[in-house]
């Protein structure tokens, strides 16, 4: 059982910063397989990135170029770093860490982003 913790969220004017933290009460590595996802008020939860346990990173078309996911194995933690907000990005969002062998699927608590002025 991997329990996850987010952190980072707030308010953020557009074009403004933020960085999401995924804290895991074990390791991260394979066959695990982190990811971001985030979920709209009276939207389904999307697919935000994700990334491979050699860095290969993926990500939601509508977030390239402004958002990085990375992960630290050492500290068992991984991270959103989310540029040029847009309001469009308001959302709770869920950190995920897949089994890949299993196909089961952890979540975080989430963690809610606006995006406002």
């Known amino acids: 059982q991997v329990h996850l913790v987010e952190s980072g969220g707030g308010l953020v004017e557009p074009g403004g910063s933020l960085r999401l933290s995924c804290a895991a009460s074990e390791s991260i590595s394979s066959p695990y397989m982190p990811a971001w996802f985030r979920q709209a008020p009276g939207k389904q939860r999307e697919f935000v990135a994700s990334?491979?346990?050699?860095?290969?990173?993926n990500y939601l078309t509508a977030v390239k170029g402004r958002f990085t996911i990375s992960r630290d194995t050492t500290q068992n933690t991984f991270y959103l770093q989310m540029n040029s907000l847009k309001p469009e990005d308001t959302a709770l969002y869920y950190c995920n860490v897949k089994n890949l062998r299993t196909g089961y699927n952890y979540w975080g608590q989430g963690t809610q982003v606006t995006v406002s002025s």
């Open positions: 990334i491979t346990s050699v860095g290969i990173p």
